[in-house]
């Protein structure tokens, strides 16, 4: 049974930083490309970042790229998100997904 579970959100001021966490269970996770996603209040989910399987290769959305970075330790089956510089536009659900499978999501608040 696949189970991603997100931590690591939480409240911080324009500027701040936070480091989101994905641990993973129920697959081999070292063989998988893997994402992160958000979602705000009355908006679509978008895709944030995504990283292949052995962590060698990213890619961002534009709105957080040179800001956030996508990272993995396979050894640990967990997926990172190191989210700098955050602007209340960053305010949202960030959720992990395995091929269409998604965590409960972690709560991303920035506000002064």
């Known amino acids: 049974q696949v189970q991603l579970v997100e931590s690591g959100g939480g409240l911080v001021q324009p500027g701040g930083s936070l480091r989101l966490s994905c641990v993973t269970s129920?697959?081999?996770?070292?063989?998988?490309?893997m994402s992160w996603y958000r979602q705000a209040p009355g908006k679509e989910r978008e895709l944030v970042a995504i990283?292949?399987?052995?962590?060698?290769?990213?890619s961002y959305a534009d709105s957080v790229k040179g800001r956030f970075t996508i990272s993995r330790d396979n050894g640990k089956n967990t997926m990172y998100l190191q989210m700098n510089s955050l602007k209340p536009e960053d305010t949202a659900v960030y959720y992990c997904?395995?091929?269409?499978?998604w965590g409960q999501g972690t709560q991303v608040t920035v506000s002064s």
């Open positions: 997904n395995y091929r269409g499978t």
């Open positions: 129920g697959f081999t996770f070292s063989r998988y490309a």
């Open positions: 990283i292949n399987s052995a962590g060698g290769s990213t």
